[in-house]
């Protein structure tokens, strides 16, 4: 069984235009623990099967992309079938597909005993997005380059809402709209991963950025719907996470997030108050991961499963949107 976390960007600054078509980015990712679940059973083939309407379970799907090009370049005939409990909103600017597809690497990675070392899966990583090289990794780091280029950040732990409009945002159509005008140099995001270290939250808050949001916010009003919802609602500081159209804010403490979140009454919004992941995006429990069957943990609904590692997800807040 295999942990996927969802991220926000606390800052997303767009540097240029590079040659290769791609953005220059500078960007504070952070991992949150709202996940995705993910089994891997030993299978002749490549398979997948979803739980939520909507999610495709076909070779667009990055999770079984990974499995795909993971297999090709590891030159090896080993099957696998996923199977995939989806919690995170689907084109949300929360990086859902981007972690089930590190997890499925990391997974596959033991389950095939590959022994890569992180450098090479980081490699097949970028080919799938470039977010998907984060979610190899831990807690919060600093992006450049495309934002695959990564340093970690030290960060103090933060409490979050996400508030998601339940409709999805493309990542192309998003930086295709991106202008000039909207150009930042990366000193923001500088900033905010030194005050990261700070723990202070309405420091972290005041210095929230997003270099899409513009473009994004001009289709899409309920953007600024949900910011002046969440800031009404007592929010530190709110912002897009990535190419939207999930927004989040920052919360005083976990408690005054449960807060926020209880306030965000719009029927239409999926609402979670999370805590940020110093450890590891992707938590592993690699004794039950060929031996569970498919997916029928995830019907019994008894995924919750008990994670190593100092800061694990807390069953009672996640995947608790109110519809
Ligand atoms: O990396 P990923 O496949 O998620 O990116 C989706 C699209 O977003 C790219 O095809 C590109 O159009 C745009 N993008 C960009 N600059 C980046 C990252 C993504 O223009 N740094």
Wanted: aromatic share 4%; proline share 5%.
């Amino acid at each position: 069984m295999l942990s996927a976390a969802a991220k926000v960007n606390l800052v997303l600054e767009i540097r240029g235009k590079r040659a290769d078509g791609y953005h220059e980015l500078a960007t504070v990712m952070q991992a949150v623990d709202l996940s995705d679940r993910l089994v891997l059973d030993e299978a002749p083939g490549l398979g997948l099967a979803v739980n939520t309407d909507g999610v495709p379970c076909d070779a667009t799907n990055l999770a079984l992309r990974a499995a795909t090009t993971l297999r090709e370049a590891a030159k090896i005939d080993r099957g696998v079938h996923i199977t995939l409990d989806k919690r995170i909103p689907v084109a949300a600017g929360l990086g859902g597909g981007s972690s089930d597809a590190a997890a499925v690497l990391l997974g596959l990675n033991r389950l095939w005993g590959l022994r890569w070392p992180a450098a090479r899966l980081a490699e097949v990583a970028t080919a799938l997005g470039m977010d998907v090289p984060f979610f190899l990794r831990s807690g919060a780091a600093l992006g450049t380059g495309r934002g695959e280029v990564l340093e970690p950040v030290v960060a103090g732990a933060l409490a979050l809402v996400l508030v998601n409009p339940a409709f999805g945002s493309s990542t192309a159509e998003a930086y295709g709209r991106v202008t000039p005008a909207m150009y930042t140099d990366g000193s923001r995001a500088r900033k905010l991963a030194e005050l990261l270290r700070t723990r202070q939250a309405a420091r972290v808050a005041a210095s929230l950025y997003n270099g899409l949001e513009a473009a994004v916010a001009s289709h899409h009003p309920e953007i600024e719907r949900m910011r002046a919802a969440l800031l009404a609602a007592g929010a530190l500081g709110a912002a897009m996470s990535g190419s939207g159209p999930t927004v989040f804010g920052v919360a005083r403490s976990f408690e005054h997030a449960r807060q926020i979140r209880a306030r965000l009454t719009r029927a239409s919004w999926r609402c979670w108050a999370v805590r940020t992941l110093a450890g590891p995006a992707v938590r592993m429990r690699t004794s039950t991961m060929s031996s569970l069957g498919r997916g029928q943990a995830a019907r019994r609904g008894t995924l919750d499963p008990v994670f190593g590692g100092s800061n694990p997800p807390a069953p009672t807040t996640i995947g608790r949107g109110r519809r």
